[in-house]
């Protein structure tokens, strides 16, 4: 897509190797601002009071302008989409050589559905407690089906906690096993 | 809002730079073991720089 993403945060590069291969391996850098403290973060005007940066998404072209700002609801994940449809006005066309996402979908009428992002430790742990069970269940991205998040969100407080699960009507936050396991018994 | 945090946010709002200015310099050390300058990718390639507050930590 002809575009680098670099992530970063107040963290040492230790802590951010740690946590790239609890999830799995992440292909792009994750940038440590770590020493002098803060200091990049503080440059785009993005480190908060308590020392950790906003979250927060600029757009540089290939002059080195930026040409987007998004400083977000810290407790929200950006608009995957929203981002999408930035960078295909900086190169058209760059669009066609994504996979386009799937439309939202509507509820999935499996007996267990999981709602989970990719990056998602609780999610992957769900995953193998199904296996080990031989549950059967669907699983819904919600960074791509934004119609999922909001209804994780009405679930869960506001928050779009993953995983969070819809076992045939009874909903379960966050990876529960106990919780997990008395809606599993019930089901039909 | 204590004073001093007002304080904070105003200014911090006033110093996040806008569209059309040229972007500060970055150059820092990554998780993969490299130092990334932003200048590298000066003419190369376009790129998407994502703040986040603390590993470990999602939404």
């Known amino acids: 897509m002809n575009t680098q993403v670099l992530g970063i945060s107040v963290d040492s590069t230790d802590c951010l190797r740690a946590w790239a291969e609890s999830l799995g391996g992440i292909t792009y850098p994750l940038l440590s601002d770590f020493y002098p403290h803060g200091q990049v973060a503080q440059a785009f005007g993005v480190l908060r009071a308590e020392g950790k940066s906003e979250r927060a998404i600029f757009v540089i072209d290939k002059q080195g302008i930026i040409r987007y700002v998004d400083v977000h609801d810290i407790d929200r994940q950006p608009d995957n989409e929203e981002l999408f449809r930035v960078l295909e006005k900086l190169e058209p066309g760059v669009r066609a050589q994504k996979i386009a996402a799937p439309p939202p979908t509507p509820e999935p009428t499996a007996d267990v559905v999981m709602y989970c992002t990719p990056w998602c430790p609780g999610c992957r742990r769900a995953r193998e407690f199904f296996k080990s069970r031989n549950i059967s269940f669907v699983e819904v991205d919600i960074t791509r089906d934004r119609a999922a998040a909001e209804r994780v969100r009405k679930w869960a407080n506001g928050n779009e906690t993953t995983p969070t699960f819809n076992i045939k009507g009874t909903i379960v936050v966050d990876f529960d096993q106990a919780q997990l396991e008395r809606a599993l018994g019930s089901r039909g | ?59």
Not at chain 2, 16 to 36: D, F, I
Request: aromatic share 10%.
């Open chain 2, 1 to 59: 809002m204590q004073i001093s945090e007002f304080v904070l946010r105003f200014r911090r709002r006033n110093m996040v730079p806008k569209v059309g200015q040229a972007v500060p310099r970055v150059e820092l050390k990554s998780h993969l073991g490299t130092t990334v300058r932003l200048s590298d990718f000066r003419d190369k390639c376009n790129v998407v720089i994502a703040f986040f507050p603390l590993a470990w930590t999602p939404v």
